[in-house]
């Protein structure tokens, strides 16, 4: 079981949970993103920046992640594809993408971009607050007990 990370968008507070997760754990965490970033030494911890370009990040997680692994994002297409191959999409607020959630979820994500490209202000998600953080963080503790 690895944890794969969507990384560009990843909020900063949770790479921390995740680099703490995976130390404690022993689970492999790789980040992936197109711009270099810090992570901790560790040789459990590892990063693979991509070129640059639409969903080049995300189409490098899909080629790459296997049944029952973990993948961090926030991307609902991505979670869509990671499901299809037998993996677990959570995304930063805690949330676990399913096969029978997904769905719902594409339908919502195309309709609101549908809005957003007529002209109408949907506005964008409320900021990550300490609720979310911990709902992460409890999500992520139930899947490496699940995964162990």
């Given at each position: 079981m690895?944890?794969?990370v969507d990384a560009d968008a990843c909020p900063?507070?949770?790479?921390e949970i995740l680099f703490r997760a995976a130390n404690r754990t022993g689970a492999e965490l790789t980040l992936v993103a197109n711009h270099p970033m810090r992570i901790?030494?560790?040789?459990l911890i590892k990063f693979m920046q991509v070129a640059a370009g639409f969903d080049v990040a995300d189409n490098e997680i899909v080629k790459r992640v296997e049944a029952d692994d973990?993948?961090?994002?926030?991307?609902?297409p991505l979670a869509a594809e990671v499901i299809e191959k037998g993996?677990?999409?959570l995304n930063p607020r805690g949330e676990t993408y399913t096969p029978d959630n997904i769905k719902a979820r594409l339908n919502m994500r195309n309709f609101m971009e549908t809005l957003r490209s007529s002209g109408v202000d949907t506005g964008g998600p409320a900021p990550l607050n300490h609720k979310d953080r911990q709902k992460f963080a409890n999500a992520?503790?139930?899947f490496l007990q699940n995964s162990g």
């Open positions: 690895k944890i794969w900063a507070v949770i790479k901790p030494t560790s040789p973990l993948v961090i994002t926030g991307d609902i993996a677990i999409a992520l503790e139930r």
